[in-house]
């Protein structure tokens, strides 16, 4: 197992800040809806209300997640909190092509075996067989680590 650390992912403070802050203005808009002119419907009011605590906490958890450093070394992506998101050789293959279901600026990865489900909104997510990881982060640094990816899996397949 080698620790070589062969590209790094991470979030500009500045998407950090509009993406925490977009979440945290969805939130607050539907607080103040829900007490600046209540609806007369109980369950419509209790609904915005919960939309709105439920986008503040979302806002909470990206910006704790976006903290956070993907890193791709020989063997296996993993944050810099030390989670494996995969193994290199439990990739089956890399999709990053316009009609993928992935994050803004982001890849999806597809494993040959399930993992437990993760999410750390706005730089990462794994729910069975897929890993997306993307949202908050450049383009330019998630391109030449899908790059990589695709070819450290064809060179194990060969």
């Known amino acids: ?6 590209a790094r992912i991470k979030a500009s403070a500045s998407r950090r800040v509009i993406g925490a802050g977009a979440m945290i203005g969805l939130g607050a808009l539907m607080l103040y ?13 209790i609904f915005l209300i919960g939309c709105g605590l439920f986008a503040l906490w ?6 704790q997640a976006t903290a ?3 890193i791709l070394t020989e063997d296996e992506l993993i944050d810099s909190e030390g989670d494996v998101l995969a193994r290199i050789d439990q990739i089956a ?16 990865i597809f494993l ?8 750390h909104p706005g730089l990462w997510w794994r729910l069975g067989k897929r890993v ?3 949202g ?8 030449p680590v899908a790059d990589i990816i695709t070819m450290r899996i064809t060179k194990l397949d060969q």
Do not use: H, Y
């Not at 809806?33 to 009011?45: G, I, V």
């Not at 040959?112 to 999410?119: C, D, G, L, T």
């Open 58 to 63: 979302v806002s909470q958890m990206l910006w």
């Open 68 to 70: 956070r450093e993907i």
């Open 33 to 45: 809806l829900a007490f600046a002119a209540p609806p007369e419907n109980p369950l419509w009011l």
């Open 136 to 143: 908050v982060t450049s383009g330019a640094e998630t391109k």
């Open 112 to 119: 040959k075996e399930p993992m437990p489900r993760a999410w």
């Open 1 to 6: 197992m080698s620790d070589t650390e062969l």
């Open 93 to 108: 293959k890399v999709d990053r092509g316009a009609f993928a279901m992935k994050p803004s600026n982001g890849f999806i």
């Open 132 to 134: 997306a990881i993307g």
